[in-house]
């Protein structure tokens, strides 16, 4: 029976592939990953099923798994409405965070029709070493890439001012994956309960985690908390304050500032941790997690965007010359700036006869937005191809 | 009076003609200069309505968006013309012209001689990319390549005006946009010619 | 809802698959399944605090540094007998949930 099960389930995985084989994506990394699949199929389809003890079922169950995961989410890829600049921006955090050199990560997306439940990162796949680990032992096969999925909605998938909040998504990714803030929220106890904190400690940490946070019971809501504060820090270093302003707005505003939950701390709270981030205001909390997290990734939490880039050239409807990839999420502090502030300054600059309707001002600016990116995208290759071809 | 390369040379140096990028000098030529094929489409497809309807200034009556598909290429990477289709695209360069010199753009020979068509004029002061109006005329579908210098434009002085006395359709169009046909003001006018109120 | 996110943790259920192919005689993990009982002796130990143990699995070598001291305390971590693959198997059968949320 367990033999006809797997059987079953392998039937059901060359169904599915035989339509996704035929599938052509954007770039190399996915179809490489294909590659291996094809592969990794093969070798499975080779086996002689019967002979399988238990254990090896179990074994083939969670690669048939894993492959049928691979699939939806390569399916999904081959869009053609693929929003590359958007995912060149977090491709290039990334990269800051993980060098490509050692591990190869290649963000896939998902545009769905859904408002609700819009914006998500999925790391199931890139973080799952397990399946990794089992492929290589029982096929000998590596795959030199791994997806990471982002979804978002279809209607704002070319929209850079909520494009924004996948760099908090993306500070997700990055603690699952160097594992920041899971030790970090057993410290926190383990410090407070042997008294290792002084009293302005004690006001800052109370205040960020208004409950018993030292007791053991309250270990996991202190660890999600955290992941959501430390992914707020993470994007405030390429967006500054305006992921927050937005999660304001989407939260309830003023009205639902001090809501917590289970999972999040309020609105309120996280805005402040960012405002003292940005401020470089003195916190022993920011100061300890900035430690952490070196100790696990290596890397160092601070501001990247660039206060270099202004906004006059969207002012004079232009778009903006970037000159280097650490450059890249400026260009949304600089578009937020001036929509947030916005008094007509395109009109006057451009000796408007008449009012922008604020809608327009919305599509002007994220037109430009997107260009300028586009545009860095494109220079860079050029570049980098008339290197080789010279 | 069309203007040669050394005035459009020093309109792009005293950044009053922005090209934006401008991969490559030599897309300057003596009398125009070269544009290449952006990197967004909207591809003419048969829709759920009978037709096209760009005489009613209702603009749901013509719902132009149904009878296009949005699609995009990397740059670098091929986009087919089938013969008969109408394909709006977009230059790859941002343009803002100076307020005194518009564009003619249209297909350089080499592209005009397989059958790629288009032919548009571009106002003083515009800023943004290129609207591209293609049709394949020949009889055979026409790969190109995304990127390419497909379109040059002929640039002339004309008297100073302000591109902004206007309500205007299309500001930093960045990707090819629907037909505003609809939106054009004489369309009531003409309507009610039409049917007069008794 | 704006801001979600998943990842996927190492569940006991894995890592006793691995266990379970070793008292199979089965050796193919038997590296992974030392690298993971080693990282959780060294933390419990104190040679590695938790910001230095192998990251992928952080969660299990967690949970075992804490929650088989005794047994970490009396294996040789070089030569690790069948019999303890077993009793490890055996006292994590009794372990359902997942590792840490």
């Not at chain 1, 760099?167 to 920041?180: P, V």
């Not at chain 2, 002929?154 to 205007?168: I, M």
Request: glycine share 4%; with cysteine; charged share 20%.
């Amino acid at each position: 029976m367990e033999v006809q099960a797997l059987r079953l389930h392998f039937s059901q995985l060359i169904k599915a592939w035989e339509k996704s084989k035929h599938n052509t994506y954007f770039d190399k990394g996915k179809d490489h990953y294909q590659e291996t699949l094809k592969y990794l199929i093969k070798a499975i389809s080779d086996e002689n099923f019967t002979l399988f003890n238990s254990a090896q079922i179990e074994e083939r169950r969670r690669i048939i798994n894993f492959i049928f995961k691979s699939l939806g989410i390569l399916d999904s890829s081959t869009t053609n409405q693929f929003p590359f600049e958007i995912i060149h921006c977090l491709q290039h955090a990334l990269d800051e965070w993980v060098d490509p050199s050692n591990e190869k990560f290649v963000i896939v997306t998902s545009l769905i029709n859904s408002y609700d439940d819009f914006y998500s990162f999925d790391g199931n796949l890139a973080l799952d070493d397990v399946a990794y680990n089992i492929i290589q032992k029982v096929y000998n096969l590596t795959f030199e890439y791994r997806l990471i999925q982002i979804n978002l909605p279809k209607f704002l998938a070319r929209d850079y001012f909520s494009n924004i909040v996948l760099y908090h998504e993306l500070g997700h990714f990055i603690d699952f994956k160097y594992q920041i803030t899971a030790p970090f929220a057993i410290e926190i106890q383990d410090k407070y309960n042997n008294k290792k904190y002084n009293a302005s400690d004690l006001v800052e940490f109370q205040k960020f985690f208004p409950y018993e946070f030292w007791k053991r019971e309250y270990l996991d809501v202190l660890t999600s908390h955290l992941r959501e504060y430390f992914s707020d820090l993470f994007a405030a270093q390429y967006i500054g304050k305006y992921s927050e302003n937005l999660l304001n707005y989407v939260s309830g505003g003023p009205l639902a500032a001090h809501a917590i939950s289970g999972t999040h701390p309020s609105t309120k709270n996280r805005g402040d941790l960012v405002k003292d981030f940005l401020k470089n205001n003195s916190s022993t909390f920011i100061n300890d997690l900035k430690v952490a997290i070196n100790l696990t990734s290596g890397k160092e939490l601070k501001v990247r965007y660039s206060s270099e880039i202004k906004n006059s050239n969207l002012i004079k409807l232009l778009p903006i010359e970037i000159k280097t990839g650490d450059e890249l999420s400026s260009v949304f502090v600089a578009a937020w700036e001036l929509y947030d502030t916005y008094t007509n300054q395109i009109e006057k600059q451009n000796n408007f006869k008449y009012p922008l309707i604020s809608s327009k001002v919305y599509e002007i600016i994220n037109n430009l937005v997107e260009k300028s990116i586009g545009n860095y995208i494109v220079t860079s290759n050029w570049e980098k191809s008339k290197n080789v071809l010279s | 009076m069309f203007l040669a390369k050394n005035q459009l040379e020093k309109l792009i140096k005293q950044e009053k003609l922005i090209i934006s990028p401008l991969l490559d000098n030599s897309q300057i030529n003596e009398m125009t200069i070269d544009f290449r094929l952006g990197y967004d489409f909207l591809v003419s497809i048969q829709g759920r309505h009978p037709y096209l309807n760009s005489a009613s200034h209702i603009p749901t009556d013509g719902a132009f968006y149904h009878f296009f598909q949005e699609t995009r290429r990397n740059f670098g990477d091929t986009f087919l013309f089938h013969p008969g289709q109408t394909v709006l695209g977009a230059t790859l360069e941002y343009v803002k012209l100076p307020e005194n010199v518009s564009a003619i753009l249209s297909p350089r020979s080499s592209y005009n001689r397989l059958g790629i068509n288009l032919s548009t004029v571009i106002q003083p002061g515009y800023c943004g990319c290129f609207s591209l109006e293609i049709t394949n005329t020949s009889h055979n579908p026409i790969k190109v390549r995304v990127g390419a210098t497909m379109f040059q434009a002929r640039f002339v002085k004309t008297k100073k005006t302000n591109y902004f006395s206007k309500e205007r359709k299309y500001i930093c169009s960045v990707k090819p946009e629907i037909s505003g046909a609809n939106k054009d003001q004489d369309l009531k006018l003409l309507e009610l010619i039409n049917k007069p109120i008794s | 809802m704006l801001h979600s996110a998943t990842s996927s943790k190492p569940t006991f259920s894995t890592f006793q698959l691995f266990v379970y192919q070793i008292l199979n005689g089965n050796n193919v993990y038997k590296n992974s399944v030392d690298n993971i009982i080693s990282e959780a002796y060294s933390l419990s130990k104190g040679d590695k605090n938790m910001y230095t143990v192998n990251r992928s699995y952080f969660a299990l070598i967690y949970h075992l540094s804490t929650r088989f001291t005794e047994f970490l305390n009396t294996i040789d971590i070089q030569n690790i007998k069948n019999e303890e693959y077993q009793y490890l198997y055996d006292k994590m059968q009794n372990e359902s949930e997942l590792i840490m949320h």
